[in-house]
């Protein structure tokens, strides 16, 4: 393997971190921002690019960084190395909201595996961070949030993080899966992925589901979230801007703030 060989294991149920143990000289690269505690004997690194390699050369590295800069990450990730001589350390990394922490083998995947580019929280050292554009034009245009999604590339293991449940399908070859471009996490490299505009005028004004869903034609392996954080980032906004009666469901709403004299 090329990939460090970490052990782990995914801690707690709404909100997820998963505990790293490394062995000496063992690393693992997580996005700026998601490490929660670590061990004294953990020294943490700052690097340019993905981190997946320190024998790239300086325009191997510039590439990583802005193959990252196109999906909207960081420009640098954080390296965290067991420098004790004498065992192991653990390193642990916490879930940016509700949801659950899903453990990729990469190996087991083919070597490959796609997903949300907001949806990759760490990995071994060793596995390439970078994105993958979709072939079809349909795609590119107006697949929004699926439009440039995130490569693991590696034999080692990676976690992806999801909001709310998870549903993993194994789609049989030909079966096809409409899901709504937020929701879908990830999928292994040979389920074929293309944006499907939703048919009817009504439906896709008034539907409420956006204009366009990811459609999916196996074979592969795909994982669907049911709470995508641009979803619940919107509930939580709407909320916010109704206020008073209508937040808590009184059918009176806006016109109960007016008879209460706090119409405004």
Request: with cysteine; aromatic share 8%; hydrophobic share 40%.
């Amino acid at each position: 393997m090329n990939a460090h060989e970490i052990d782990y294991r995914i801690l707690g149920s709404e909100m997820q971190y998963v505990e790293i143990e490394l062995d000496p000289g063992e690393s693992v690269v997580a996005e700026a921002g998601s490490m929660m505690m670590m061990d004294q004997n953990i020294h943490m690194e700052t690097v340019f690019g993905d981190g997946s390699s320190d024998n790239k050369g300086f325009m191997g590295k510039l590439l990583g960084a802005g193959k990252r800069l196109l999906t909207g990450e960081s420009l640098f990730m954080t390296v965290f190395t067991n420098q004790s001589s004498y065992g192991k350390e653990t390193v642990n990394f916490a879930s940016p909201y509700p949801g659950k922490i899903i453990p990729m083998d990469l190996q087991d995947l083919g070597g490959k595996l796609i997903c949300q580019k907001d949806s990759f929280l760490c990995a071994a050292k060793g596995v390439s961070v970078g994105i993958a554009f979709q072939r079809k034009l349909g795609a590119g245009f107006f697949g929004g949030e699926g439009f440039i999604m995130q490569k693991l590339e590696g034999d080692g293991l990676a976690f992806v993080h999801a909001g709310g449940s998870i549903c993993e399908r194994e789609l049989r070859p030909g079966e096809v899966l409409r899901v709504d471009t937020g929701c879908l996490v990830a999928m292994t490299q040979d389920v074929d992925y293309d944006i499907e505009m939703v048919k009817g005028v009504k439906t896709a004004l008034f539907g409420g589901e956006g204009l366009f869903f990811a459609t999916l034609r196996g074979p592969g392996r795909v994982w669907i979230q049911s709470l995508p954080f641009s979803r619940l980032a919107d509930r939580m906004a709407s909320a916010s801007r109704a206020g008073g009666r209508k937040e808590e469901g009184s059918i009176l709403g806006g016109l109960g703030n007016l008879l209460d004299g706090d119409g405004r």
